[in-house]
């Protein structure tokens, strides 16, 4: 089974308006770590936001959120207000456990940004 | 602040050729980690160190390929001898702390093409 499943292989969206990247996790494990990165056309790996396990509350950053819902195993980046700079592939991530940093990547989704 | 630097940017190697890809993590980071990127198998964890020392070697495809960190601020991921299934982009990264919000910061890659 898919530890990390990105369901959408591609997204667009318009400049300016709110845009949800689906991602689902498959653990055991009461502790883990949920991370989303993007990475534009130039390829590199950018960090955006981080959701623990036992983050009471949704993680924000800027204009990133994440939608945790643990029963349901879901960790959706929503990015707000949507620019033509987002335009990139968004990578879901998660850590299992505590007794590793070894990080298990999901497929990605592409998102288009349009004016 | 100086990210992650990785060396070289591109490499264009013939098969059989030993190819050695160059890391320096961010100052004061004590975990080090090496994935590769794939259109076919996506983004997978190669090798991680921690304190200079190799936690989890369970991704390194065969023995052909071997990594080191002789200090806290070099690694090298060596290939030999390379294949034309290695072309990859090749990342780095690197983190401070263990577990929990354990951020990995990526370098630019390295994209490697054996002919």
């Known amino acids: 089974a898919q530890k990390i499943t990105q369901t959408q292989p591609g997204m667009f969206v318009q400049e300016k308006e709110a845009v949800t990247l689906d991602c689902t996790y498959d653990?055991?494990?009461?502790?883990?770590?949920l991370f989303w990165y993007k990475q534009p056309s130039s390829g590199e790996m950018i960090f955006l936001i981080y959701q623990g396990s036992y983050d009471q509350q949704n993680a924000t950053e800027g204009r990133y959120s994440l939608n945790f819902q643990k029963a349901r195993k879901s960790a959706n980046l929503v990015i707000s207000a949507s620019q033509l700079g987002d335009s990139a592939m968004y990578f879901c991530a998660m850590r299992e456990g505590d007794n590793t940093d070894k990080l298990i990547f999901g497929t990605g989704t592409r998102l288009q940004v349009f004016p | 602040d100086a990210g992650v630097i990785q060396s070289p940017r591109h490499e264009v190697t013939e098969m059989g050729q030993e190819v050695t890809l160059r890391c320096k993590p961010i100052s004061g980071h004590n975990s080090l980690f090496w994935y590769r990127q794939t259109m076919m198998r996506g983004l997978e964890l190669l090798i991680y160190?921690?304190?200079?020392?190799?936690?989890?070697d369970s991704g390194m495809p065969e023995d052909r390929f071997s990594a080191k960190m002789p200090n806290a601020s070099f690694s090298t991921l060596k290939i030999q001898p390379s294949e034309p299934r290695d072309s990859a982009v090749y990342f780095c990264?690197?983190?401070?702390?263990?577990?929990?919000?354990?951020?990995?910061?990526f370098g630019a890659g390295t994209r490697l093409s054996v002919l």
């Open positions: 653990t055991s494990d009461p502790s883990y770590g």
């Open positions: 990264a690197s983190s401070w702390g263990r577990t929990g919000k354990n951020i990995q910061y």
């Open positions: 160190f921690n304190n200079n020392v190799p936690i989890d």
